[in-house]
């Protein structure tokens, strides 16, 4: 007779004494000052403009129509590096009051984009992330989205089904996080949806972070794509890393958008928020960027300050003026506050700031459910919305904390805790920042929950043999969770192994015990030893 096939999950239990910093790398950079808040989009309306408002930051040669040797061509750059021309653009946030429907601009306090270097699976083999080109173009998020029928808060991972497809993955990648200095931070893209302005006067006295993820696996051929998202697509943990899908071979770094603006402004105030793209949920917040680094340098500085960092190294701080690539060609503030784009005459007469009658553009505020697109199909992944929902109705999910290490003061890394809310499930890490004595009436940025990192990519990817990869890599994790003993932050990963046992047919028959034995699906963990690590995240006054 045939031998037949049983299947079961084996137990190996190995401890591995990983650096997480290695993991971790990164480097943020402030753009503390705005470009302009203008209806520019050169990517989705080239050439005219665009439909919404969005809040500029980088190269000064930005305008409706831009290549990336108009960026190279800047005069100056928003943005701390001299050397980076590139354009980073998300949607802006508005307030509209209650009684006159108006609208007020809501102030940025600061931007800052995170290059982080996290290695991916890719194929089963452990691939290492190498820099962004010149002229990369890319897109995060739709700002027709206003529904989320997913999960609230997000369940552990590893994610499946409906929870792990890359619409799925794409709404996770957005969070606006609840800043209150007075408290442990919350972790990064822990909410995916705009609170309701009760929620947020009761409980965010130091402002709203919007946090934008952009994909890290790459096609490794394309710049661009007709939808400036499908030659790329984000790995699948999100911001924790995970595997790259099928045909995105190459690992671009994380970058992460966070920008804090100062609803506190408007506390007392009925009304709601609403994003400048008509969407007061939330859901439908997005950001684009085009690549410019003179002189091949950010090639330089991920390969500098990217991978193997330990806290005696320049540079582990993650702020780029503690790394010596970077430390020649910084902007000071007041310089970044100095760089200005050039307005195109056609959108001189729009008015910005308010009070406003209309959002810039004349963009209908549209809660949905519905796909707030007006003349399209929605998109094919999306999943369908519920039959009606009250206007502009967001869930509840109420604040949760990081664990956060021995020594909490600015700079330490606060981590999600396995067992403080539900949503701490999904773990990731947080980075805690504090206001800076000059900037007292702006909040700052907050935690930064991040396993998975954010710089930039080079046609071909540094791999690493899969024999060179630690315990675990190319199989799924079931669960993440973080401890802190002493000053040392520990992180146990669970992976799963399947292994196929051939039982012949003149086998014993497995006793009840044995059947439940080879049901049951046992574990492989390991170990990672992370050294708390200390980014001082300076965001002087920034209004």
Not at 75 to 103: I, N, R
Not at 475 to 481: G, K, R
Request: net charge negative.
């Amino acid at each position: 007779m045939p031998s037949a096939s049983l299947t079961r999950s084996l137990a190996a239990a190995a401890a591995l004494l990983v650096s997480l910093d290695q993991v971790s790398a990164l480097w943020r950079m402030q753009c503390d000052g705005v470009l302009a808040n203008a209806r520019i989009d050169p990517l989705v309306n080239p050439g005219v403009p665009s439909a919404h408002l969005h809040t500029l930051h980088g190269g000064n040669a930005l305008g409706l129509t831009t290549t990336v040797e108009d960026l190279l061509s800047s005069d100056c750059t928003s943005c701390q590096v001299t050397k980076d021309k590139s354009a980073y653009w998300s949607a802006a946030l508005y307030f509209q009051e209650a009684s006159t429907g108006q609208l007020s601009l809501v102030p940025e306090v600061s931007h800052l984009t995170y290059y982080k270097y996290t290695p991916l699976t890719v194929n089963g083999v452990y691939t290492f992330p190498s820099a962004l080109p010149n002229g990369f173009q890319m897109i995060s998020g739709d700002p027709f989205e206003r529904n989320f029928t997913l999960p609230v808060p997000d369940p552990p991972m590893p994610w499946y089904g409906d929870d792990a497809t890359q619409h799925a993955l794409a709404q996770k990648a957005i969070g606006f996080n609840c800043l209150n200095y007075g408290a442990t931070p919350e972790p990064s893209l822990y909410r995916h949806f705009l609170p309701t302005k009760e929620y947020i006067d009761g409980n965010c006295p130091d402002g709203i972070r919007m946090e934008l993820l952009f994909p890290q696996c790459w096609n490794g051929k394309d710049l661009t794509s007709s939808t400036f998202k499908s030659h790329v697509a984000f790995p699948s943990a999100t911001i924790n890393g995970g595997e790259c899908p099928s045909g995105y071979d190459s690992v671009i770094n994380q970058i992460f958008f966070e920008t804090i603006v100062n609803t506190a402004a408007f506390a007392g105030q009925a009304g709601q928020f609403v994003l400048s793209d008509g969407d007061p949920t939330g859901y439908g917040f997005h950001g684009d960027l085009i690549i410019a680094w003179e002189d091949n340098f950010l090639e330089e500085a991920t390969k500098t300050c990217g991978p193997d960092l330990t806290p005696s190294d320049p540079g582990f701080s993650g702020q780029v003026t503690d790394c010596p690539v970077f430390q020649p060609v910084l902007n000071d503030q007041a310089e970044m506050q100095s760089c200005k784009l050039s307005m195109p005459p056609s959108l001189m007469q729009d008015s910005i700031k308010g009070p406003l009658a209309q959002l810039p553009g004349n963009v209908p505020i549209i809660a949905g459910p519905e796909y707030a697109k007006p003349n399209g199909p929605k998109p094919t992944a999306a999943p369908a919305a519920p039959a009606s929902v009250s206007l502009a109705s967001t869930p509840t999910l109420s604040y949760t904390a990081g664990s956060t290490g021995s020594n909490p003061e600015v700079g330490n890394i606060f981590l999600q805790s396995s067992t403080s809310a539900p949503a701490s499930s999904s773990t990731t890490l947080a980075v805690m920042v504090s206001p800076s004595p000059a900037a007292a009436q702006a909040p700052p940025a907050v935690p930064e929950p991040a396993s998975a990192s954010p710089p930039a990519i080079t046609p071909a990817p540094s791999v690493v043999a899969a024999t060179a990869a630690p315990p675990g890599a190319g199989l799924s994790t079931v669960t993440t969770e973080y401890y802190t003993k002493g000053q040392d932050a520990y992180e146990v990963v669970v992976f799963e192994e399947e292994v196929t046992v051939t039982v012949t047919p003149d086998a014993p028959a497995p006793t009840g015990e044995s059947k439940r034995d080879l049901r049951e699906k046992k574990r492989r963990g390991h170990e990672h030893l992370a050294h708390l690590k200390r980014h001082n995240h300076h965001l002087g006054g920034r209004m």
